[in-house]
């Protein structure tokens, strides 16, 4: 073989030896990114020692530790009293964590940190976040305001999801074709402490001759919830021959935007105008 092969061979074999003697191989968090409010969570910690004998693993919110799994202590599990968080000690263990009933306040970043005993002494951290939510309940509405198209101005069309925690993602579809992004939004707070949040979008150069539109708008909330609206049809009032719309998008890099229409052989070119006037 080659010798530069071979000095490239051992330098990687070394290089390993250094980082495996230095880390916890395969060290990895499974907490959900989001969880519903006033259910239990169990957040997992996986590591390989390797052999070596574990010291500690360590749970904590925000850098607050909570729990704390020591084997060699009897009994191995201690918890810290922390605001809002209720650990389930039946069934929690050096690798996983139960809590119970989880209320909107503990929504932040869990970091687990492991520990070997002597005479690696490896200590290694990782951290995610976790949103505590409170789910929607019903589907989103959108409603569409074509009065202004006489005079030149644009079709509006407003996206009103259902109250949650925190605000939902909100997408529109223009003949089923996602539109990347919409004109403005607004956050609104419920009394119940909840945010509604509404989505504009604002297509310009729909007028004179088009052809019917169909739009709706799905709200999302992490993978927990995803609906739509019903769709709503919007026509012009005297049907004629298709033309061009116009939908010009600035937000992505004045990406344009065509939609193809099956039973019709043209190519629409949509423009979003995307003036970005967050309240
Ligand atoms: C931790 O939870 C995972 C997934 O739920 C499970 O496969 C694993 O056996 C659990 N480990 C322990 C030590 O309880
Ligand atoms: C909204 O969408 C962004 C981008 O996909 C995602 O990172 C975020 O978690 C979503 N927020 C909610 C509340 O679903």
Redesign the pocket.
């Known amino acids: 073989m080659n010798s530069f092969l071979v000095f490239l061979l051992v330098t990687f074999i070394l290089f390993q030896r250094i980082r495996n003697s230095m880390s916890l191989t395969g060290m990895r968090l499974n907490v959900p ?2 969880v519903r409010a006033g259910h239990s969570v169990t957040l997992g910690c996986e590591y390989d020692l390797e052999g070596a004998p574990l010291y500690s693993v360590k749970w904590y919110r925000e850098y607050v530790e909570f729990y704390r799994y020591v084997p060699k202590e009897e009994p191995p599990i201690r918890v810290f009293p922390l605001q809002g968080i209720q650990v389930d000690v039946s069934v929690s263990n050096s690798k996983n964590l139960t809590l119970l009933s989880v209320g909107r306040d503990i929504s932040g970043q869990f970091q687990c940190e492991v520990s070997a005993d002597a005479p690696l002494f490896h200590t290694q951290l990782l951290s995610a976040p976790m ?1 505590v ?1 409170v789910v929607p309940v019903g589907v989103p509405l959108v409603l569409v305001d074509k009065s202004g198209l006489e005079q030149g101005r644009p079709l509006i069309a407003t996206c009103h999801a259902p109250p949650s925690h ?4 909100v997408t529109f579809f223009v003949n089923d074709e996602k539109v990347p992004g919409y004109t403005s939004e607004t956050t609104t707070s419920t009394p119940d402490q909840l945010e509604e949040r509404t989505a504009r979008l604002e297509l310009t150069g729909v007028g004179g001759s088009w052809e019917p539109l169909r739009i709706r708008c799905e709200a ?3 993978r927990l919830y995803r609906a739509n609206s019903i769709e709503v049809e919007v026509k012009p009032d005297t049907p004629q021959p298709a033309s061009v719309l116009l939908l010009e998008t600035t937000s992505k890099g004045n990406a344009i935007f065509r939609i193809k229409i099956p039973q019709v052989i043209w190519i629409y070119v949509f423009k979003l105008l995307v003036k970005l006037n967050l309240s």
């Not at 925190?166 to 993602?169: D, E």
């Open positions: 990114r989001a949103t939510a925190p605000a939902g993602n999302t909330l992490f």
